[in-house]
Each structure stands twice: as structure tokens, then as C-alpha cells.
T-cell receptor, first 109, second 113 residues
Framework: GQQVMQIPQYQHVQEGEDFTTYCNSSTTLSNIQWYKQRPGGHPVFLIQLVKSGEVKKQKRLTFQFGEAKKNSSLHITATQTTDVGTYFCQVSGTYKYIFGTGTRLKVLA | NAGVTQTPKFQVLKTGQSMTLQCAQDMNHEYMSWYRQDPGMGLRLIHYSVGAGITDQGEVPNGYNVSRSTTEDFPLRLLSAAPSQTSVYFC????????????FGSGTRLTVV
């Protein structure tokens, strides 16, 4: 079946440092979504990527879809304590949405 | 708009008991699904529905039943609770089958003893 891996599993950074999480698929993707889940909360949709090589920005967050549409990345510039949480990618199979394993980010003040 | 509403927020069951987790959305979304989240396991798809009267299995469907009689409601039934079903359950909905983001409910934390 389809495999979606996220790396790293955990990341601790000092406030102000950059952070990147990667999502890798075993198959070519039609699109990919990114979510953020705060501790004790529920996942919240951040963005969708559809086109090969697409790059989208939301303030300090930069999302990229690989040229081969088999991987994606989320980069946070100058992390803040409000960035704490787990970041998930989500991909679509046939009518099924599968989540990556998630990257848990801790930001040390 | 309330979005996606899940009830109850917390539940403790004894092994062998049955119960229904409720999920309702008021956004007229066609697509609804149930996930369970366990520590270190991410979000795993249990069942999903692409419209009223249509449901299908996800990655981990055993021990769970669903039905979709209306667009708004998508209840999840635990037939005979087991400790392995201790988890946080999330219901989510989306306007389209492919693409676009999900709106998640706030979750149900279930403990089976």
C-alpha cells in the first residue's frame, strides 16, 4: 500500500532557529496537504499543493512540492514558541486521505 | 457555523461494551471520515464516506461500524470495546473528495478498561 514517511520524527530548536520537515511518498502524488496540531488540540489545515515544483508561502512558513510530486517540505523561518506542535502531511489515495507520521516540533525559548 | 461537532469529548468504557461516537457537520460537506490517533502512530483512517448512503473502509476498520444516512451526520460505532481501542478519535469533513483541506472536530478521548 501507499507509504508516507515524515522526517524527522522530533525536532527541538532554539527560538529564532529555522525548522524543516519533509514528507516522502512511495508513489506519485496528485496533491498534498499540510496540517498543524497544537498539543492537546486537533489538526488544522494549513495549505494544499497541487503542481509539480510548487512553492507557497504563509508568513514565515514555506511549503514546497517536489518536481516529481513524490515529496514535499515545510520550512519555518525564525521559529517562535507559537510554532510548537506536530506538523502532518496528508496525501490522497483513491478516495482515501492518508496522513504522514508527523513531525513534533518543540521550540525552546 | 459550528463546523464539525463531536460528542462526547471524553468516554470511559468497560471491555465488551458498545457505544457510538457522534459526528455532525453543518458545512454541507460531501466527504467525511474518522481517524484514530495513538501516540507515535499519527492519524490512521478508520472509515470514510463520500456521500449519504456511501461508506468504505480505511486502514484500520476492524471493530468499528459506520453509516451515513444524512449529509450532516457520520456516527462511529464500537461494537465490543477492547483496550486496544483506547485512543483519541477525530472526525473530519471536506467539501471535495480530492484536494482541499479537512475540517476536524475537537476529538473524543476514549479509554477502554
Amino acid at each position: 500500500g501507499q507509504q508516507v514517511m515524515q522526517i524527522p520524527q522530533y525536532q527541538h530548536v532554539q527560538e529564532g532557529e529555522d525548522f524543516t520537515t519533509y514528507c516522502n511518498s512511495s508513489t506519485t502524488l496528485s496533491n498534498i496537504q499540510w496540517y498543524k496540531q497544537r498539543p492537546g488540540g486537533h489538526p488544522v489545515f494549513l495549505i494544499q499543493l497541487v503542481k509539480s515544483g510548487e512553492v507557497k508561502k504563509q508568513k514565515r512558513l514555506t511549503f514546497q512540492f517536489g518536481e516529481a510530486k513524490k515529496n514535499s517540505s515545510l520550512h519555518i523561518t525564525a521559529t517562535q514558541t507559537t510554532d510548537v506542535g506536530t506538523y502532518f502531511c496528508q496525501v490522497s489515495g483513491t478516495y482515501k486521505y492518508i496522513f504522514g507520521t508527523g513531525t513534533r516540533l518543540k521550540v525552546l525559548a | 457555523n459550528a463546523g464539525v461537532t463531536q460528542t462526547p469529548k471524553f468516554q470511559v468504557l468497560k471491555t465488551g461494551q458498545s457505544m457510538t461516537l457522534q459526528c455532525a457537520q453543518d458545512m454541507n460537506h460531501e466527504y467525511m471520515s474518522w481517524y484514530r490517533q495513538d501516540p507515535g502512530m499519527g492519524l490512521r483512517l478508520i472509515h470514510y464516506s463520500v456521500g449519504a448512503g456511501i461508506t468504505d473502509q480505511g486502514e484500520v476498520p476492524n471493530g468499528y461500524n459506520v453509516s451515513r444516512s444524512t449529509t450532516e451526520d457520520f456516527p462511529l460505532r464500537l461494537l465490543s470495546a477492547a483496550p486496544s481501542q483506547t485512543s483519541v478519535y477525530f472526525c473530519a469533513s471536506s467539501q471535495y473528495r480530492l484536494g482541499y483541506g479537512y475540517t476536524f472536530g475537537s476529538g473524543t478521548r476514549l479509554t477502554v478498561v
